[in-house]
Structures are given as structure tokens and as C-alpha cells.
């Protein structure tokens, strides 16, 4: 009805004639001219996100890509998972051309069969069947190869193609298609013809009439076809295509050759930086190398088409490798004209880990006066944080997108600032006995000591929403800890969070280490955070601190990370039947209308069967009522009463919000069960005058915070006396709970010897094992270098 609707606005095409869906149809050509499609051709795009907004799109299948490992013979798997992505871009409305090689390929295996057939026949015809084994294979030329291979090739595409209801066409094209204008001018014509007919051009260069390339025969600006990287440089700007997919065998371009040890692969090539770059050997296969592929890629970005090189023959990318550079995602090399003025992410974090090793190696009082200096400069520079932040706040009341509960978040105040100092400073005091702590000292033998000492994780990742408090806070602990630290903010903050970092690195500076921590000032898309998240070989740890969908949706992207945190806060609060009235009523109201959104706010509200119909059920329904929290019974709550609350979706909801779920049990033992059940193992509460009904509670419950006749919004850091926390955990192993300084610490085993072997103590050897504890007696400050 859309598309009616505009033929009848953009053209004479009458209401009448629209309504056929034969017309529409046959007009959708008509309708292109008036409604944009893509972007405007003429500039390539500068960053990856704007990849998938690309309309015309050329796909470069090399030779490696499309052969056999023999050579002799096509990839089918390979190939139709290809076939499959081109199909299914097309169908979207994306206008898609093919440049492939593999005409040789499957030519030669037609003709070394044929050979062998001829042979064979012949053989048995004049020499008998006992000479058969003797048979050889002639050199087969490559000119020959293709002219029995193309058609061969074209009815395969054909074939596969016809599955996705996709038409396809071939087109052989030679240099002087190219050279020469009318030619050119056809060729264009032809396949804006094919595009405009939903048809997939499916391009080779005509391999049994061309020429053998000539070294240096590149025209003036002009890319010469040598290969079939030169021809899908040289097609794309001819028909103005918005995107170059060059699929090799390689998962993109190194600064050295891959394999070697210091080979790295490069996210972003910007032109002039070929000095930068050593190029190896070409593929088993084909005509060009990376050399070539690099500069048909820098030739078509200037004549305005993006470009990426990628890995099409992995089989772990190959099913979605297209789709996915189409999406923006961090696949291959992307080449960019625009540089960035700052360092790239990777450049940063290895910034980071450089000067978080120098950070660990400071005496403790240094790492304190760090802290201790951000926390004056917190206070000292509270105006040009305060201005920032209201920069921020007067954008997001704007924009009218944010909730009352993250405006909150996103404020801050010079109370809130003061408070932020004091609990700097209170990490300050706890650096000092934090990052190599002896935790264990055992005498294994005469002369050979063992320590397990502490020391820093390494580099963390915080990911983190509209919270900009949470920066120093966060920077705080790491610098205590000796880690290095990258920031990636929420966009709601980036004014704020901006100052505030600044001023982490003026504190930072007072001892040389800056670089220590990093704010990642990268765009906002899902695509770049899950890029962020692949890191695996430079991140040792990512604490996401948001929303249950944030956490997920990270601990889902990150690939080989360990992730430190919870994705839902579901916090039970039980009833026993000996509970206090007061308590009750003040557990309950704090647990859920403190913070409603916070994590450990109390989610559902667990009553023992007895207590219904009584006074204290009568005054807890009457408070939350005063209180303006929607109730939703759970199914057995829902029996007793006869006109009962919305019923409970799921008894496994988060709401963050002034709602909950309320739900009935007979029994401490069966409240355990329900919380095991549809908990998420962050905080629980028992309101309880029985000290052993509590005490069973306490130990069969496995949740990270079990708690007794106290309220759930007691499960923080700042109220546990860490100073701040980075996040809580509901992970089994490392930290559990919130986490503090102690949670960004691991240990590590220290050996000190006198020339000991393992042979000393064999059967034959002249030691024994000891195995003797010793006193964790800790060393004086700045004795032992922590590292």
C-alpha cells in the first residue's frame, strides 16, 4: 500500500492503475528515481557503521576463496554459504555484483578428466589395461582451462542462485572494455540494466582471449585489469558502487607477513600508510597478492567506494562474513580516507597495559597520593564538573528520552562530589596493603621458600550507562589495585565523563603513569561495543555496570573475557511466620522503595502462608498501597483472594520499578526453593525473630548476599566498607557480591631458591620436602618490588 501510495504521489501513474499489483511491479523503476536509496556516491564511508546504509555492493571472490585446496575444482560448501549471504542482501533491496575467479579451476578438472577418459580408452584400446598405471598428465594451459570452464562455472552460480528465487547473468569483460569508451559505456549500460531488473551480474575476466598481464602498464590514474582485484576496483567506481567486499584467503591486511611472530592485523588502512606495511608471498592460487589487493583497494577508495578485505575461506566466518561487513561489525581490513585524530582503541589499550605495568610497580603511598590527589581535584574543580554536567542533563531533558530514575543517575551535585571524595580517600588508606600482600608463605625445602602474593589482573574494561560518578570511583579502585583501565562511557554523560577523566589523568600524571587509564570515546553502536568486547588478546576483564540488558547483552558479545557481573537483580524478601511487625514494615518499604531501580532492590515478596489474614498481612498490603507499588500475585497468592492484584507473568522478573510480585509459601524450607528456582543469586532477605529459622536460611541459601532482618539495599560496597565498588557479582568463582579493591586482585606464586632442580628430590636425589608454613609476615614498604 506504501509503494502504491507513492507511485500515485511521485508520478502520473493513476490511484486506478497502482492498485495492480502488475503495475507496481512494473513502475518500482519509476518510483527509485523520486525516493533516495543508500547515500550519495562520491565519498567512501569514514567508519564501519555507515557500511549498512551501502546500496550497491561489489563482491570479490578470489581465487583461493572459490577452489578447492587441490586446485582443481570449486569449494561448493564455500561457495553457496556465499551464494546464500548475496542472496539474501539482494532480496533487502541491496543491488549486488559478483567478480569470481574459478573458471580455470573448474575448467582444469573437466579437462583432466576428459584427458584421463580419452587416455584411458586408448590405452586399453592399443596397450592393454596393464599400462594404465603409467599414464601422465600433460601441462594443461590456463587459456584452454577457462574456455571450459566458464560455462560450467556460470550454470553452477545459475543453480544455485534459481534456490534463493534469484536471477543471475555473466558478464566476460577484457582490458579494452575498460580503454575503450563505447565499450565502457556498453558495459556500464548493461549492467545498469541487469541491477535495475533485480538481476546479480556475475563477473570474470575472459580468461581464454586475455593477454598475460604487462608489468607497469597501469594508465595515468588509471588501474589497468590485471587480475580480478584490479577488475572489482576498477567495476565498483565504474558503476559508482558504494561498497568493495574483497574476500581472500587471509582474515585481512597485516603489517607483516601473517604467521610471523609481530604479524598484527590492521582494523583500519588509511592511505599513505604503505610504508608501514611488508607484504609476503601471494596465495597458492591466482594472479595477485596482497600488494595487488591493497592497491585496487586505495584506487577504489579514491574514485569514492569502500572498501574491505577479508577472510572468506574460514569456515567459522565464511557462513555469515558478508552479512556481517554489511552490518558494520569489525571484520577484515577497512580501508578509510578519514583519520582519526586520536589513537585507535587497540592503540589505547595498549597505552593502558604499558603504563598499568609502570602503575603496579609504584611504592603503595604513591598509588595513594594518586587517589588522594583526584579526590582534591574532585572537590577543587567542582564547577567545571558541575558545568558539564548540566550540559548533559539540559541534552537529555531535551531529547525527553531518558526515565526519571536515569536522570537521576546522570545528576550531579556538589554534596554528591564531596561524597565521592571521602570515599576516594577511603581507598587511598586501603592501597596501601593491597598489591603484593603476601598471602601465603610455605618452606618447601632448605633454602626454598614459596609465597602466594597479590597482584593486579591486568587491564579492565567498565562498561557503564549514565552514571558518571561512576568514573572516579571505578578509576579509584583500579589505581589502588594497579590495574589499567579502559572507560566506555554512556553518550548521555560525555561531557561529564569527559572532565572527569581528565582530571584521573592530572592525578595520574603527578607520578608518570597518565596513560593508565583510558576513556574509549568510540561511537555508541551495539556493532563497536561488541567489537570492544572481542579484545581477548589485550583485556583481561570486563565489568559491565547498567542494566540487566546491558549485562547481557555484553557477557553475550564478549569473546574469550571473562565478564564480572549479574545480569538480573531478581532480590527475594521472605516473611517468616515469627517476623516483627516493625521490621517488617521497614524492611519491606526500604528493600523496594528506596531505589526502585537499583540493582538490589527487592523484586518479589515471599509471605508465609500463616500470616495471611492477619494484621501484619493487612499492614504490609496497606503500606505498599501508601507507597503507590503495584502488586502482582503469583498463582498461589491469586487462589486465596477472591478478587486478586494483576497475576505474575513470571515469578522471574525484574521489574526496577515501584511493582513486585508477591508470592505465598508454607514454609522457610519452601522459600528457599523458590528463590533457588526464579532467583538470580544476587540478594535475599529473611525477616525472622527465630534465630534458627534464620540461621538454616542463611546457610542453604546460595545467593551472593544472604542477609537477616536487614534490608536488600544493604548489598553495596560503600555500605560494606569497600570505599566504592566497580559492580556485584553473582559469579561462582573470583569475586562474589560487590565488588571492591579486593575483587581486582589475583595472586600469583613466587620461588625463591638457591639452585634447587626436581632431580634434587627424586628417589635418588639428596633433598627432602619440608612443606613447612611459615608466618605471613609482610615486607617493608617498598622492599619487594610488587611485580
Known amino acids: 500500500f506504501w509503494v502504491r501510495a507513492q507511485l500515485h504521489k511521485c508520478t502520473n501513474i493513476s490511484l486506478t492503475d497502482c492498485i495492480t499489483l502488475k503495475v507496481v511491479t512494473k513502475k518500482l523503476a519509476v518510483l527509485k528515481q523520486y525516493i533516495p536509496f543508500g547515500r550519495a556516491h562520491g565519498s567512501s564511508c569514514a567508519h564501519r557503521g555507515e557500511l549498512r546504509h551501502a546500496k550497491r555492493i561489489v563482491v570479490k571472490l578470489g581465487s583461493a576463496v572459490v577452489t578447492r585446496g587441490d586446485e582443481c575444482g ?94 543471475t547473468a555473466q558478464v566476460l569483460v577484457t582490458n579494452l572494455d575498460f580503454h575503450d569508451d563505447q565499450k565502457r559505456q556498453n558495459l556500464n549500460s548493461t549492467l545498469q540494466e541487469l541491477l535495475r531488473m533485480n538481476i546479480v551480474p556475475i563477473i570474470n575476466t575472459n580468461d581464454a582471449v586475455v593477454p598475460p598481464p604487462e608489468p607497469n602498464s597501469d594508465l595515468q590514474g588509471v588501474i589497468s585489469i590485471k587480475d580480478n582485484d584490479s577488475l572489482a576496483a576498477r567495476l565498483a567506481v565504474e558503476m559508482k558502487a558504494d561498497l568493495l567486499i574483497a574476500l581472500s584467503d587471509v582474515e585481512g591486511l597485516y603489517n607483516s607477513p601473517p604467521g610471523t611472530d609481530d604479524a598484527k592485523l590492521i582494523d583500519i588502512f588509511y592511505p599513505g600508510d604503505q610504508q608501514s606495511i611488508t607484504y609476503g608471498t601471494k596465495s597458492r592460487v591466482g594472479l595477485g597478492g596482497m600488494e595487488a589487493k591493497v592497491k585496487a583497494a586505495l584506487w577504489a577508495l579514491q574514485g569514492g567506494t569502500s572498501v574491505v578485505i577479508a577472510n ?101 551535585s556538589a554534596a554528591k562530589l564531596n561524597s565521592l571524595a571521602i570515599g576516594l580517600r577511603q581507598i587511598a588508606v586501603a592501597a596501601q596493603d593491597s598489591v603484593g600482600r603476601v598471602l601465603r608463605r610455605t618452606r618447601v625445602a632448605h633454602n626454598l621458600e614459596l609465597e602466594q602474593i597479590t597482584v593486579p589482573i591486568g587491564v579492565l574494561l567498565v562498561i557503564f550507562e549514565a552514571r558518571p560518578d561512576c568514573l572516579p570511583q571505578v578509576s579509584a579502585l583500579a589505581i589502588a589495585s594497579g590495574n589499567a583501565l579502559l572507560l566506555k562511557g554512556g553518550k548521555e554523560a560525555t561531557n561529564t565523563n569527559r572532565v572527569l577523566h581528565q582530571l584521573t589523568q592530572e592525578a595520574l600524571s603527578m607520578h608518570g603513569v597518565r596513560e593508565a587509564v583510558q576513556l574509549i570515546t568510540m561511537s555508541h553502536t551495539r556493532e563497536e561495543v561488541e567489537d570492544l568486547c572481542r579484545l581477548d588478546k589485550m583485556i583481561d576483564l570486563i565489568i559491565p555496570r547498567g542494566s540487566s540488558q546491558l549485562v547481557r547483552n555484553i557477557q553475550r558479545a564478549a569473546k574469550g573475557i571473562p565478564v564480572l557481573g549479574h545480569s538480573e537483580g531478581i532480590c527475594h524478601v521472605y516473611v517468616d511466620t515469627d517476623a516483627s511487625v516493625d521490621k517488617v514494615i521497614k524492611i519491606v518499604r526500604d528493600s523496594k522503595c528506596d531505589y526502585p531501580a537499583a540493582c538490589n532492590a527487592m523484586e518479589t515478596l515471599l509471605i508465609h502462608r500463616d500470616i495471611l489474614r492477619t494484621p501484619l498481612f493487612d499492614q504490609i498490603i496497606d503500606m505498599l498501597r501508601t507507597e503507590r507499588v503495584k502488586i502482582h500475585a503469583g498463582p498461589r497468592f491469586a487462589s486465596y483472594l477472591t478478587f486478586s492484584p494483576s497475576e505474575a507473568q513470571s515469578l522471574r522478573t525484574e521489574y526496577s520499578d515501584l511493582e513486585c510480585c508477591m508470592e505465598v509459601v508454607d514454609s522457610m524450607q519452601e522459600a528457599v526453593d523458590h528463590i533457588h528456582k526464579y532467583g538470580s543469586s544476587h540478594t535475599d532477605v529473611i525477616v525472622t525473630e527465630n534465630e534458627d529459622t534464620a540461621e538454616q536460611f542463611l546457610q542453604q541459601l546460595d545467593s551472593a548476599c544472604v542477609f537477616w532482618n536487614a534490608s536488600s539495599r ?58 613447612e608454613n611459615l608466618p605471613v609476615t609482610q615486607p617493608l614498604a617498598g622492599q619487594r618490588d610488587s611485580n
Open 74 to 167: 570449486l569449494a561448493l560448501g564455500r561457495l553457496a554459504s556465499i551464494v546464500e549471504q548475496v542472496a539474501m542482501l539482494q532480496n533487502q533491496g541491496k543491488e549486488m555484483m559478483i567478480v569470481t575467479s574459478g573458471a580455470v579451476a573448474f575448467g582444469k578438472q573437466r579437462l583432466r578428466h576428459e584427458i584421463l577418459l580419452s587416455q584411458s580408452v586408448r590405452q586399453a584400446l592399443h596397450s592393454g589395461h596393464n599400462q594404465l598405471k603409467d599414464m601422465s598428465l600433460p601441462v594443461l594451459e590456463a587459456r584452454a582451462c577457462a574456455a571450459a570452464g566458464q560455462s560450467g562455472l556460470m550454470a553452477l552460480y545459475e543453480a544455485m542462485f534459481t534456490q534463493y528465487s534469484t536471477c
Open 312 to 412: 572468506g575461506t574460514d569456515p567459522k566466518v565464511t557462513g555469515h562474513v558478508i552479512t556481517d561487513i554489511v552490518e558494520g561489525k569489525k571484520v577484515g581490513t577497512f580501508f578509510s580516507e578519514v583519520k582519526p585524530a586520536g589513537p585507535t582503541v587497540e592503540q589505547q589499550t595498549e597505552m593502558a597495559r604499558d603504563s598499568g605495568r609502570n602503575l603496579a610497580s609504584l611504592h603503595p603511598d604513591q598509588r595513594s597520593e594518586i587517589i588522594c590527589h583526584l579526590a582534591e581535584l574532585l572537590t577543587e574543580r567542582k564547577d567545571e564538573i558541575l558545568a558539564a554536567n548540566k550540559m548533559d542533563m539540559d541534552l537529555a531533558v531535551s531529547a525527553g528520552q531518558l526515565p526519571a530514575a536515569m536522570l537521576k543517575r546522570l545528576s550531579l
Open 714 to 771: 544493604f548489598a553495596d560496597g560503600y555500605r560494606f566498607g569497600l570505599g566504592a565498588e566497580v559492580g556485584i557479582s553473582t559469579a561462582r568463582i573470583h569475586a562474589r557480591g560487590p565488588v571492591g579493591l579486593e575483587g581486582l586482585l589475583t595472586t600469583k606464586w613466587v620461588l625463591r631458591g638457591d639452585g634447587h632442580t626436581a632431580a634434587d628430590f627424586s628417589e635418588h636425589g639428596t633433598m627432602k620436602y619440608l612443606h
